[in-house]
């Protein structure tokens, strides 16, 4: 097979940012970055428990000082607050502001119209398939980014690829 994965996985990123930027709903919240709405759509969906840093940095595989950097921007942009919690001041609990919650409903209707016209005759047993393999992959990365941080980083063939 000549086609690669970054490449396709590239080319419909690229796509789906550009849908959600042609899209007249979303053209309110043009202040708020992918990443930023990905935050607050996990907030808005654990609403129910305290949130964390650490909890970001799992949910998103990314690390802390990208995190940080992220947090400190949503605050200055009044989208999130920091709460100490009382057991332990170093931990800051996070939760999205009224500013935050109106974004994040802006943003919810508009991306389900995304991901449908995404999807148009792509079966539920593909999407099953497609969300497996996708699954598979990332487990993969993750599996390969921690070896390599214990083997002083080997890379695989290029054969392997």
């Known amino acids: 097979m000549d086609r690669k994965l970054g490449f396709e996985v590239r080319c419909a990123s690229i796509m789906l940012k550009r849908a959600?930027?042609?899209c007249p709903e979303l053209q309110l919240t043009a202040s708020l970055t992918g990443t930023h709405g990905y935050?607050?759509?996990?907030?808005a969906n654990h609403t129910e428990q305290d949130?964390?840093?650490?909890?970001?940095?799992r949910?998103?595989?990314?690390?802390?000082?990208?995190?940080?950097?992220i947090l400190q921007l949503m605050e200055k942009n009044g989208l999130i607050?920091?709460?100490s919690v009382p057991?332990?001041?170093?931990l800051k609990r996070i939760r999205m502001t009224e500013q935050g919650?109106?974004?994040?409903?802006?943003?919810?209707?508009?991306?389900?119209?995304?991901?449908?016209r995404a999807l148009t005759g792509v079966s539920e047993e593909e999407q099953a398939v497609f969300f497996g393999v996708l699954d598979k992959i990332k487990s993969n990365l993750s599996a390969q980014e921690c070896a390599q941080s214990t083997s002083g980083g080997l890379c695989p063939s290029e054969e392997d690829s």
């Open 39 to 43: 935050v607050l759509a996990y907030l």
């Open 101 to 116: 919650r109106a974004l994040h409903q802006a943003t919810v209707c508009a991306f389900r119209r995304i991901n449908s």
């Open 81 to 83: 607050t920091r709460e």
């Open 51 to 57: 949130v964390f840093q650490r909890d970001l940095e």
């Open 87 to 90: 057991q332990d001041a170093r």
């Open 59 to 69: 949910a998103f595989s990314i690390r802390r000082s990208t995190v940080t950097q």
């Open 20 to 22: 959600a930027e042609n």
